[in-house]
């Protein structure tokens, strides 16, 4: 899904953003824009930032029979025609993969009924910011349907 957003259109008073560089805000963010993005799309957020133990899966999604565990890359770009700006979902490791599959096996049988019957996948939403100082302006959100198995 290829769409452009101000970010203040989806948070007018939810969001405070930062005025400096922080890659946890950054996250935040990006986060916030994700569901925003996925509940516009029809999907219900069964949980966020879910952590059984250690690991953590930023966005648990359902719509209709499909459960979705989602990772969440928020990356600023300078020049979004620039053929070179980076890929975020390239930044999900086999290490964070193999995390995300643990967490998602214990979310499917602590919730067993939610569950019941339901498909699910491994996606991996990018968001783009269009300058490392200005977090208000999203250019682009990249939503990948079963990034990884």
Do not use: W
Request: charge should be positive; glycine fraction near 4%; proline fraction near 4%.
């Amino acid at each position: 899904m290829k769409i452009k957003y101000k970010i203040l259109a989806f948070f007018p008073d939810k969001i405070k953003l930062p005025t400096e560089p922080n890659s946890h805000l950054y996250g935040e963010v990006g986060e916030a824009v994700a569901v925003a993005a996925l509940k516009k799309s029809g999907y219900k957020i069964l949980k966020r930032n879910y952590k059984p133990y250690k690991n953590e899966i930023d966005i648990i999604a359902k719509r209709g029979k499909t459960v979705s565990f989602i990772e969440v890359k928020t990356r600023t770009v300078a020049n979004e025609e620039n053929p070179y700006f980076n890929c975020p979902s390239a930044s999900v490791s086999a290490v964070q993969k193999d995390n995300i599959k643990a967490c998602a096996r214990t979310f499917l049988i602590r919730n067993k009924k939610l569950c019941e019957g339901c498909d699910f996948s491994y996606d991996i939403i990018e968001i783009f910011v269009k300058r490392a100082l200005d977090y208000r302006y999203i250019s682009k959100i990249n939503h990948i349907k079963s990034a990884f198995k």
